[in-house]
């Protein structure tokens, strides 16, 4: 048996299948990888059953390991548990060598990271704006920019609502609501309830319950649901347990995974709060739930890097994964999902070097992975930038690199000194922000302010 790697398997499938079935057009096969990691071909009724037994032992030597075995590595649809309608199974596309091909993931955990945006489910057709605020590493300040654009758009007089999708890292609570402010559950409460269909979910989604209001504007609307409450202070001996519940997807029904839960929880609490604006914390990280935040919100994303090798190549992961996206809902113009993702420049050093080197970089990564290639027979449609265009994706919101924040705690540190700070340091990204988001409606849009 040949030794086949996790990355060799589709190329060589692809291969196999071009040798012993030419007339066979990839665009009709599905193969499907199941939760080992393991791929089955899947090609149409009308295919030879012959030919198809003839191919079988060379397909299963060349996937070795990773082959489900003689019968059950290559038939047709006829002959699988789903019939045709694995047809009509949400797919993934992976490029191989220059061929597009459709992949059904079968995966315990992170089915959120195979579903392209508004496939995956029914949803709100109308909402406020949201923000998920995203990162592959803590520490550069994204919790920070997120509470500080809270503060400031609630003291102009929006309502704001900040929800905190960091399960594992709880910050926002901490740094927004003193211990006797916070509300009873959190994020992770309502998970959990939520997933036996526990009345009490239905009765937290009221104020005091699972969401309170930060006394860092005195007479705004600054709406705080952190991921925990007061229950798991005073019980802290539940909170992991629940916490591995809350990414399950629910037994009822078709069930729901953590993505379209999540967006539940959140459409619920836009109804009870009427927030302006919805500001959202997501994890660190590649981890399956920081699907839920980068695609499945409706949300303007914000991508926060340092200009550091590790964070390239994260973002390079990152980003070959939504170029499968791409393929399969190619949308374009004003409608296209991949204009709601912006780079953020965190901790950035004041020059003009810095900045075109972060710049250039994010460019290359972007042109690789998610731009479309610039053919001269396209049209304007295609998604498509130059590198100093300032509305691309790939060019960089800036906040500046400020030991201030190291440490920062806003319910005890705020005083002129710290507001000078967070005009310096954050200003120019607070506004343009703003004009991104909101623009007519940002504070200070309709002044030059």
């Known amino acids: 048996m040949t030794t086949c790697s996790f990355d060799d398997v589709l190329p060589r499938a692809v291969v ?3 040798q012993a079935f030419p007339g066979v057009g990839l665009a009709d096969v599905r193969f ?11 090609l149409p009724d009308a295919t030879d059953q012959a030919e198809i037994v003839d191919a079988r032992a060379a397909l299963a030597n060349a996937l070795g390991a990773y082959s489900p075995g003689l019968d059950a590595g290559l038939m047709r649809f006829s002959e699988t548990l789903s019939g045709s309608a694995l047809l009509d199974e949400p797919f993934v596309v992976e490029d191989i060598d220059g061929t597009l091909v459709k992949l059904i993931e079968r995966r315990v955990v992170g089915k959120d990271w195979t579903q392209a945006p508004g496939m995956d489910g029914p949803r709100s057709t109308t909402h406020p704006p949201r923000v998920s605020f995203f990162s592959l590493k803590g520490g550069v300040g994204r919790s920070t920019a997120l509470l500080l654009w809270g503060r400031e758009l609630a003291a ?3 309502r704001v609502l900040l929800l905190d999708l960091d399960l594992e890292a709880p910050g926002l609570g901490a740094q927004l609501l003193p211990p006797g402010d916070r509300p009873a559950f959190g994020v992770v409460d309502w998970l959990a309830e939520d997933l036996v269909a526990s009345p009490l979910a239905e009765a937290m989604l009221v104020e005091r319950e699972l969401v309170a209001r930060s006394p860092l504007v005195e007479a705004g609307y600054l709406y705080v649901t952190p991921a ?6 005073q019980q802290p001996g539940g909170f992991i347990a629940k916490l591995a519940r809350a990414y399950l997807e629910s037994d009822r029904g078709e069930g729901q995974g953590f993505a379209a839960r999540v967006r539940r929880l959140l459409e619920r609490l836009e109804q009870a709060l009427e927030p302006d604006v ?13 699907a839920a935040a980068i695609l499945h919100l409706d949300a303007d994303v914000l991508l926060f ?8 190549e994260g973002y390079r992961y990152l980003l070959a994964q939504l170029a499968q996206m791409a393929h399969i809902v190619p949308a374009s113009g004003d409608d296209d999902w991949r204009l709601r993702l912006k780079m953020v420049y965190a901790k950035a050093a004041k020059t003009k070097v810095a900045l075109k080197s972060f710049r250039s970089k994010a460019y290359s990564l972007w042109l690789e992975q998610l731009y479309d ?10 998604f498509s930038f130059a590198e100093t265009d300032d509305a691309a994706p790939h060019d960089p919101l800036v906040i500046l690199q400020n030991p201030v924040f190291e440490q920062f705690n806003p319910l005890e540190d705020l005083n002129e000194a710290a507001e000078a700070a967070i005009s310096s340091t954050f200003g120019p990204f607070m506004a343009a922000l703003g004009e991104r988001v909101l623009g007519d409606d940002a504070p200070g849009a309709s002044d030059g302010g």
Do not use: C, F, Y
């Open 228 to 233: 925990t409450g007061m229950r798991s202070m």
């Open 373 to 382: 290639e610039q053919r001269p027979e396209d049209g304007p449609d295609v």
């Open 156 to 158: 102009q007089g929006k």
């Open 32 to 42: 499907i990888r199941d939760m080992n990691g393991r791929v089955h071909v899947v």
């Open 16 to 18: 196999q299948l071009r």
């Open 305 to 312: 890097a340092t200009d550091q090798p590790t964070v390239w």
């Open 278 to 290: 919805v500001l959202i914390d997501s994890r660190a990280g590649l981890h399956e739930t920081a």
